[in-house]
């Protein structure tokens, strides 16, 4: 088999959000940089479209969110759901210290087309797309590198840096034996879509009833719908039919009755299966993990292509200088994980929080859910809608970008 072979300074597995953002903003700043994506193109199954105020703030910072916005999308001021019987709006985003006061609902697809039209533009950033991550290169206890398949060959990239941004079942972790912390979720998500008529309500809204959590996110011509299932009960819902789950949506909002018929089978349905984990170290010498690859987020709050990002300018601010020096030593690659880490547990524990009081109780109940206390005083007291708001969109510590736009190294 003919084998490639490629000198850079940073090769990053995975072209989702963490790894086209950091490879943008070391190309940016000068670095050689490889970020290499195992499929053809962005183009895939839904995966999450929020681009929350804390991203498009950094879009602003980078001069691009006038570009960005010209993007199709729809923009969303305000978080409401429907518990029991009652109508409460979670969070107000039109507060927010930031450019935007929303939360822009764009395609990932969009996104992640958009950052590699733009790296483009500085000689340093390479993408290669149909490039699987499925080795490293070694040199005793080092990682010097990393080997792709790719249709025309093996691909070996010898690099001062290998970053794992390959997602929530990353290779890359795996083969440099990082461990992972696995905390648990009480449930899976099935998504599906479902067409939008003029005479629905525009807002998007989760509705909490007996056993039962429904998520309706509005993209324009279209529904994008969250059900939320017991963990692993995907199999046994499916066994009684799709029938039975059409009724299940009905009930759950009867104004759906004239489309439910739009699920034509269970190919329609994809299975999010739920998981929240954290490396215990997101490094070693010659290896970063970050994102989904560091830590898998749970989908409450739509956090985690934001925290992607997030990781990647904090890692892009640290680490451009030694890699144009071309030597990262392992402390800072230490730094990175400093950085970002309190970030991520606080998230983390809130959605785990969220996850045991909330979404468990709600999945076990027979009887009609009521609103905590808490969300009570949020009907009664708008303004404290702005810490939800806060916390949804622009989470602990927002990162800025400190990269400068410089001319490539070599
Ligand atoms: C169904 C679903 C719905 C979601 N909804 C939301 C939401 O509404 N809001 C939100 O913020 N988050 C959502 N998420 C989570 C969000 O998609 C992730 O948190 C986010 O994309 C993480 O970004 P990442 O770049 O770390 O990883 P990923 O987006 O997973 O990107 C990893 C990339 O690496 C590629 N890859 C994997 N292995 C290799 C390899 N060996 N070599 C090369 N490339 C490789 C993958 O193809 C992928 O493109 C959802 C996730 C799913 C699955």
């Known amino acids: 088999m003919a084998v490639e072979t490629v000198t850079t300074d940073c090769a990053i597995a995975g072209g989702g959000p963490a790894g086209m953002m950091l490879g943008f903003l070391l190309a940016r700043a000068g670095v050689d940089v490889v970020v290499m994506e195992k499929h053809a193109d962005f183009f895939r199954d839904f995966r999450g479209d929020t681009i929350h105020p804390s991203t498009l703030e950094i879009m602003h910072e980078l001069g691009l969110l006038d570009a960005f916005l010209k993007l199709p999308h729809q923009k969303v001021r305000e978080i409401a759901g429907v518990i029991g019987d009652e109508r409460i709006t979670l969070a107000d985003f039109t507060h927010l210290p930031t450019q935007c006061g929303f939360i822009a609902f764009i395609p990932q697809w969009d996104f992640l087309n958009f950052l590699a039209e733009h790296g483009k533009r500085y000689p340093g950033f390479h993408l290669r797309m149909q490039a699987e991550a499925d080795g490293l290169l070694m040199d005793g206890d080092t990682i010097t590198g990393v080997q792709a398949k790719t249709p025309e060959g093996l691909l070996e990239i010898q690099a001062t840096l290998v970053v794992g941004a390959d997602g929530r079942h990353s290779t890359l972790r ?3 034996g990082l461990e992972v912390e696995d905390f648990g979720a009480p449930m899976d998500v099935l998504w599906f879509r479902l067409s939008k008529r003029a005479r629905d309500e525009s ?8 056993g039962r959590i429904f998520i309706m996110l509005n993209r324009g011509d279209y529904w994008q719908c969250a059900f939320v299932i017991p963990k692993g009960g995907f199999e046994a819902l499916r066994a009684q039919g799709i029938e039975v789950f059409r009724k299940e949506i009905v009930a759950l909002n009867p104004a759906l009755s004239d489309r439910v018929g ?8 994809k299975l999010l299966t739920v998981r929240v984990d954290r490396l215990k170290r997101w490094y070693r010498q010659g290896l970063l993990c ?3 690859a560091a830590h898998a987020m749970s989908p409450i709050g739509g ?3 934001n925290l992607a990002v997030q990781d990647a300018v904090a890692a892009a601010n640290i680490l451009w200088e030694p890699l144009r020096q071309g030597r990262v030593a392992e402390d800072v690659l230490a730094k990175v994980q400093a950085r970002r880490r309190l970030p991520v547990e606080m ?38 809608r702005r810490i939800p708001a806060r916390l949804i969109g622009m989470g602990f510590r927002p990162e800025h970008v400190r990269t400068p736009e410089m001319p490539p190294s070599r």
């Open 290 to 292: 970050i994102g989904d």
């Open 303 to 305: 956090v985690g292509i």
């Open 203 to 210: 807002e998007t809204l989760g509705r909490f009833q007996a």
């Open 347 to 384: 998230t983390q524990a809130l959605q785990l929080f969220v996850q045991k009081r909330i979404i468990s109780n709600v999945l076990g109940m027979t009887a009609q859910p009521r609103p905590p206390f808490v969300f009570t005083l949020l009907n009664r007291f708008p303004v404290l």
């Open 262 to 269: 739009e699920i034509a089978s269970w190919d329609e349905v």
């Open 174 to 176: 795996a083969l440099a």
